[in-house]
């Protein structure tokens, strides 16, 4: 700059009028372009994310996602509660998913226990029943507001009104809506009410009629097809090579499922098919969200058609607590859980860490144990962070407009990143 500013006085011979030139292209070239910030507080930013886009005219020439809005520093603070206790934090990463996380947590921990191939199979059984439930609620979060982004705003209603009564089961079982807290390490803390089935089974019942609706509004939709078909390309090269999870890289033509590829909880024993759409684009992750739904229908009604009554956690009382009928009677009952309730239990010195399919991809916790009954380190391998990794490829050369849809496709949410 020095010498673009003296050029015409006294330091034109020092700097070649070439240099000049292409110095004062760039210049223009800044000079045109608009930076744009986009969020924090955007009603499609989906909560507290931030873009740096750089626009020429309409078209996005880069886009850089700003996160740490919401920093809670979950991770940390898992470090200095006992383990039975993180399980409330998880709830709060992603809370569309929290019997997802709860999942992944627990079973992480009884990795580190040893205990893995001991939980009950009806503990095992409702553990697939409602994180597929979870599933579906998750993914009718991500439909009502994708397509309220686009302009069809009873896509949203009719959305909300399914996944009310997926929360209305959940209210059943465990009392809470949203942060749920009900899986343990070891099984399950309680049995699930007698109506449990019954709630279940009509939810099954009338969904796949729902699915039709939303299918009948969006799938055929000539706006909405306009909106997203060839918007926010992802190669299944690229998306690879983001790490990318989940709908978003099935969507891309790579049919990678956690539960197929590392089964857990019994997963290889159910029928499902893992969707896979080849086009990459918002359109094709959108139509993966839709058929992982009836999949997950599959998967529900055999998960009730196998439910037997059974104990629901392993016979270990130094790690579970036990039952109020069992310390209204013995002794030793009411020592374990005055000692669990004070001071937790120990798990092994090790590391562990176990994956699985969330309802927006790879779910993964890795924990370090130093023999305490803390964990030493925890870090969580949140899809959401991941999967945002891909907003700068798929959003170059894209028009202004469509970066909405494409943030919608990925069903990020910031909770989960900003742990």
């Not at 209603?157 to 465990?174: D, H, P």
Request: glycine share 8%.
């Amino acid at each position: 700059m020095s010498s673009l500013r003296y050029s015409n006085v006294i330091e034109l011979d020092y700097a070649p009028q070439q240099k000049i030139r292409e110095m004062l292209r760039e210049q223009s070239a800044l000079d045109n372009a608009i930076t744009v910030s986009m969020g924090p507080q955007h009603p499609s930013t989906h909560g507290v994310l931030r873009l740096e886009l750089i626009l020429d005219g309409e078209t996005v020439v880069s886009a850089k996602p700003d996160i740490g809005y919401l920093h809670t520093g979950m991770e940390k603070q898992m470090e200095t509660k006992k383990y039975q206790q993180n399980i409330v934090i998880t709830d709060r990463m992603d809370y569309l998913n929290p019997m997802g996380n709860n999942l992944g947590y627990v079973m992480t921990v009884e990795k580190l226990l040893g205990i893995t191939n001991d939980i009950p199979p009806r503990a095992q059984t409702l553990r697939v029943l409602l994180t597929e439930l979870q599933r579906i609620a998750s993914h009718l979060v991500w439909l009502g507001t994708h397509a309220l982004d686009l302009g069809a705003m009873s896509m949203f209603f009719y959305c909300f009104r399914e996944r009310e009564k997926i929360l209305n089961i959940y209210e059943a079982v465990c009392g809470g809506r949203m942060t749920v807290s009900y899986f343990r390490v070891g099984g399950l803390p309680y049995d699930v009410p007698p109506n449990f089935n019954r709630l279940v089974r009509e939810f099954l019942d009338e969904f796949p009629a729902a699915l039709k609706e939303y299918h009948k509004l969006l799938t055929n939709n000539p706006i909405f097809q306009k909106r997203t078909r060839g918007v926010g390309v992802l190669s299944g090269e690229d998306a690879i090579a983001l790490g990318v999870t989940g709908p978003t890289l099935r969507g891309s033509g790579v049919a990678h499922d956690v539960r197929r590829a590392e089964p857990y909880c019994g997963y290889e024993t159910y029928d499902f098919d893992i969707p896979v759409e080849r086009d990459g684009d918002v359109y094709a992750r959108y139509l993966v969200r839709m058929r992982e739904m009836e999949e997950s229908v599959k998967i529900c009604r055999q998960a009730l058609d196998r439910l037997k009554p059974g104990p629901i956690k392993v016979d270990s009382p130094k790690i579970v607590l036990p039952d109020r009928e069992e310390m209204k009677h013995q002794m030793d009952a009411l020592i374990h859980h005055f000692l669990l309730a004070a001071y937790g239990f120990t798990v092994p010195p090790g590391e562990a860490y176990h994956a699985i399919e969330g309802s927006k991809g790879e779910l993964g916790f890795y924990i370090i144990s130093d023999g305490t009954e803390r964990p030493f380190r925890c870090h969580v391998r949140g899809p959401s962070f991941v999967n945002l990794q891909a907003i700068p490829k798929l959003c170059q050369g894209a028009l202004l407009a469509d970066v909405v849809a494409i943030i919608g496709s990925l069903d990020i949410v910031l909770g989960e990143i900003d742990r």
